[in-house]
């Protein structure tokens, strides 16, 4: 089945300093896609990625997608406080049981100290 | 516009009791649902989705059973509740038929076993 693999785990920064979170599948993606999670709320849908190498912005962040589909990066540059939340992969995939599907990393816990 | 209901919105069990939690969605038809769990500081794990009325695929096998009994509604429940069950319950819809399949989220249920 597919697996992913979101590193790092845990992140903090001063505000003003860049964040990256990476994301990493042992199988080749149809898609993927990076939900992000406020302290106490739900994954809210950020963006989708399609194409092989494919690079979109959001203001300050940065979504990449790998030239052989199987990595992604989030970059925020000059984080703020309202950056705080956890950041999720989410690669749509062949799930091994005949089936494609979202499957959602564990996340990365970006913390921003003011 | 689409929204997505789930109630309630915190509960607190005591073990060997049983579980209900709802969710129904509103302005779309036929949706894709999906149930997650969510332990604390942790990634997402799904447990149930549909496709339709009556179909449900299980992704984990444990004490928790969903029901679809209406095109909008999905049930998540449980016979007898464990500690080990504790944690943040998400209900989310994607469209159907979409090979995205971006999804969702209700605003959860924090459920504490006791």
């Known amino acids: 089945g597919q697996q992913v693999m979101q590193i790092p785990q845990y992140q903090h920064v001063q505000e003003g300093e860049d964040f990256t979170t990476y994301c990493n599948s042992s199988?080749?993606?149809?898609?993927i896609q990076w939900y992000k999670q406020r302290p106490g709320g739900h994954p809210v849908f950020l963006i989708q990625?399609?194409?092989?190498?494919e690079v979109k912005k959001q203001k300050r962040l940065t979504f990449q997608f790998g030239e052989a589909k199987k990595n992604s990066s989030l970059h925020i540059t000059a984080t703020q406080t309202t950056d705080v939340g956890t950041y999720f992969c989410?690669?749509?995939?062949?799930?091994?049981?005949?089936?494609?599907?979202?499957?959602f990393g564990k996340g990365t816990k970006l913390s921003v100290i003011p | 516009s689409q929204t997505i209901h789930q109630w309630p919105a915190t509960l607190v069990q005591p073990v060997g009791s049983p579980l209900s939690l709802e969710c129904t969605v509103e302005?779309?038809?036929?949706?894709?649902l999906y149930w997650y769990r969510q332990a604390a500081g942790r990634g997402l794990q799904l447990l149930f989705y549909?496709?339709?009325?009556?179909?449900i695929s299980s992704e984990v096998p444990q004490n928790l059973s969903a029901s679809r009994p209406q095109d909008r509604q999905f049930i998540l429940s449980s016979k007898k509740l464990l500690l080990s069950d504790s944690g943040f319950y998400l209900c989310?819809?994607?469209?159907?038929?979409?090979?995205?399949?971006?999804?969702?989220f209700g605003p959860g249920t924090r459920l504490t076993v006791l």
């Open positions: 549909s496709v339709g009325i009556g179909q």
């Open positions: 990625l399609v194409k092989s190498g």
């Open positions: 989310a819809w994607g469209l159907a038929g979409g090979r995205s399949d971006t999804q969702y």
């Open positions: 989410a690669p749509y995939g062949y799930s091994g049981a005949g089936s494609y599907q979202l499957t």
């Open positions: 302005g779309t038809s036929n949706p894709n």
């Open positions: 199988t080749t993606l149809s898609n």
